[in-house]
């Protein structure tokens, strides 16, 4: 309910005010009067009036800048890849585990991998890598939702109220043709990082790699990120729709985190077969040199 504002006596007008009385007087007993139909008035229609406050935000229909989106996509696969760095690096380990022969292909087991890790380098071992993968995650990340905002917004015609399941999976599936440019060279390197057991910095192995091997097993990586891409942002754009308030339209914080590290878990369950052949495809000193399908059958 709004708060009635009583106007002060230098404010009023009261000779432009209209009046239903016929009194020709100009006392102070027919001046109050006015006054007293004014503020009758005013309360008769502050129901109906509409307030809009001079504090809202522009961006309180929704609408969220596009560079604003890929600067916190960002940011958070920059966090996010901190925090599962030692996770990661156990993975691509045991991924490699009959891949190339060595040392690190004698046995498998997460804890027998860690120990391995530990003893060679310490908690170092864990998070070698680390600098050039978090420095490449920024621009990788801003890319693909940068690319799957943009192409989400072509497809239905910048009316996201008409955007169909189809339009969702097909801007899914292009931002991976897009996306893998920045993630092949990032995880190939990252990739020869972690799974090396002596002294190896990016330069070495960009060098060693040189411009065509950066790109090596880019048409797995390219098969692994459609489905990935169509399931993980299909997830979680449903997954959040489900988790919002029907009638106020706001979804809690909470509900955001359920909705990625759900869509996130879905879409890591089915591209893990084809993660695996690329691990393997371009792990250092690989015997893997006769394709995908090769790879996948032996």
Not at 52 to 73: D, E, F, I
Not at 111 to 126: E, M, Q
Not at 202 to 217: F, N, S
Request: contains cysteine.
């Amino acid at each position: 309910m709004e708060s009635l504002r009583y106007p002060s006596a230098s404010s009023l007008d009261l000779g432009s005010s209209t009046s239903t009385s016929t009194s020709s007087s100009s006392s102070a007993a027919g001046g109050h009067r006015r006054l007293a139909r004014r503020i009758t008035v005013n309360i008769s229609t502050a129901g109906s009036t509409k307030v809009t406050s001079a504090s809202t935000p522009a961006s309180a229909n929704g609408h969220v800048p596009l560079w604003q989106k890929m600067a916190v996509g960002g940011t958070a696969g920059v966090i996010g890849t901190v925090s599962v760095f030692p996770i990661d690096t156990v993975k691509t380990r045991l991924q490699l585990a009959t891949a190339t022969g060595s040392t690190h292909g004698a046995t498998t087991g997460i804890t027998t991998i860690v120990a391995d890790v530990w003893s060679r380098s310490g908690i170092r071992g864990l998070y070698r890598g680390l600098p050039a993968t978090a420095l490449g995650t920024m621009p990788e990340k801003a890319i693909k939702l940068g690319v799957n905002d943009f192409l989400r917004d072509v497809l239905c015609g910048y009316d996201r109220s008409k955007e169909t399941l189809e339009n969702q999976m097909a801007a899914g599936a292009l931002t991976a043709g897009v996306q893998v440019v920045a993630t092949n060279p990032l995880e190939i390197v990252k990739l020869r990082l972690q799974s090396a057991n002596g002294a190896l910095t990016p330069t070495q192995a960009i060098r060693e790699l040189g411009p065509r091997g950066l790109y090596k097993g880019g048409t797995v990586t390219l098969i692994r990120d459609v489905p990935y891409n169509i399931i993980f942002f299909l997830s979680y754009i449903k997954i959040k729709e489900f988790l919002t308030n029907s009638e106020t339209g706001h979804v809690s914080r909470q509900g955001i985190l359920a909705s990625g590290v759900s869509a996130g878990m879905l879409a890591a369950f089915a591209g893990t077969p084809c993660d695996v052949v690329k691990s393997r495809i371009q792990a250092r000193n690989s015997t893997y040199t006769n394709g995908a399908l090769d790879c996948a059958k032996r």
